[in-house]
């Protein structure tokens, strides 16, 4: 693998770090600025919303540059939010240094998965793919707990501090390893918008949102599940995390590797597993045993699905496949806010600290289902691309000839 992933893995690194740092660090900000634990959580909501609107707009500036340019643009601006963060007088312009670092994460993740996959041979792009989010996963194993013990022991500011020299070296990093790749001639922006005509890419997105909503259903509220229920001290909820973030880092990499070789039944494999450990999960959770063993395959199924549903938006878009790849960013933070609020309900409903893993199963077999029609609608258009083609070559071959 290109040295240039690691460039975009460091970068990933320093984003899943002040993703969720910030949510082992409330109670001391609160403290800090003087303001309630539930306001100082609108750092967590402001930021999703600066993700979900930040990939469209920073994705449609990025189609002006080149990639790699682009991806420059975005680590400075995430080191520019993290040094507001970091010095912010008043809640408020923290607030701002949030959803300004925000505003990177979906484009990063979207332009530099286009990136990665252009890096390596067609048939090791998913491969590629994982090795960027390995940086992500990575983040939540060692970036959110060791940032979490700094900003408890030293400050929260200087956790903030440290993410922002992160994205210092991420910057370093793109600036020497990836090569210079200048947009492709020809793609526009309404090139790039014209990929949402695609019915495959909108099923997988719809996929994305549901498969890893279902992740997001469960673990939103591991911290009650695991000590009302499984009967864990609050202490361990933190080795939880971990627990579940190592099941991130082997899903990921794990999924990239069998993407590449046969995607759709990496997907059935993951979302269908996924569905069936939720659904178990909801008896499971009364033993300790049980409960950490589903936090860590919920972790690496969930992840498994990443790197084969970013490939497929790939895949799907090709020709213009930016604002898409960043858009499908997008889609994994809407359905972390979709699953954490339908958890929500059950919950308020009365039905107990488990019930969001069955509000995750059922999420995970929608996305399966979803799955299964994709293919399916693959597989009825494959035999007219050889028409349309007209040649004895495509009668053979579903691949168009480049002459």
């Given amino acids: 693998m290109p040295l240039a992933l690691l460039a975009l893995a460091i970068g990933a690194f320093g984003i899943g770090t002040t993703e969720f740092v910030i949510m082992g660090l409330l109670p ?26 930040g990939a469209p707009i920073m994705t449609v500036v990025g189609t002006k540059i080149s990639r790699k340019n682009m ?8 080191i520019v939010g993290n040094v507001i963060s970091a010095i912010a007088p008043m809640f408020a312009v923290m607030l701002i240094g949030r959803v300004v670092a925000s505003l990177t994460h979906g484009a990063f993740f ?25 940086g992500l996963t990575a983040s939540n194993v060692v970036g959110v707990p060791l940032g979490t013990f700094v900003g408890q022991s030293a400050g929260w500011r200087t956790t903030f501090f440290i993410v922002a020299a992160l994205g210092v070296v991420g910057l370093a990093g793109i600036a020497r390893l990836v090569p210079d790749m200048p947009k492709p001639e020809g793609v526009r922006l309404r090139h790039e918008l014209s990929a949402f005509k695609n019915v495959q890419v909108l099923l997988a997105m719809t996929m994305t949102v549901l498969g890893f909503g279902g992740v997001f259903a469960a673990i939103t509220y591991i911290a009650p599940m695991m000590t009302e229920v499984a009967g864990y001290a609050d202490s361990s909820v933190t080795w939880l995390l971990v627990l579940f973030g190592l099941g991130m880092v082997v899903g990921n990499l794990t999924g990239g590797k069998f993407a590449d070789r046969k995607l759709m039944p990496m997907l059935y494999t993951a979302l269908g597993s996924l569905a069936v450990v939720l659904a178990l999960f909801t008896v499971g959770a009364h033993n300790k045993g049980t409960a950490a063993v589903a936090v860590f395959l919920v972790g690496a199924l969930g992840f498994a699905t ?98």
């Fill in 110 to 134: 979207g332009i530099g998965s286009v990136v990665a996959a252009e890096l390596v041979a067609p048939e090791k792009k998913a491969g590629a793919i994982s090795m960027m989010f390995t």
């Fill in 28 to 53: 001391d900000v609160a403290a800090d600025f003087g303001v309630s634990v539930p306001t100082a959580g609108l750092l967590v909501t402001g930021y999703a919303l600066g993700v979900m609107l």
């Fill in 306 to 403: 990443v790197p084969p549903l970013q490939k497929r938006v790939l895949d799907q878009a090709h020709g213009a496949p930016t604002l898409a790849s960043a858009a499908n960013i997008g889609a994994f933070n809407l359905g972390n806010a979709l699953a954490a609020w339908l958890g929500g309900i059950v919950i308020a409903a009365g039905l107990g600290y488990t019930a969001p893993n069955w509000v995750g199963a059922a999420l995970a077999a929608s996305a399966l289902v979803f799955a299964v029609i994709s293919s399916a609608l693959e597989r009825r258009a494959a035999p007219r691309a050889p028409v349309e083609q007209g040649s004895a070559y495509g009668e053979q071959h579903a691949e168009p000839i480049h002459r």
């Fill in 71 to 78: 991806l420059m643009l975005l680590m400075g601006l995430f």
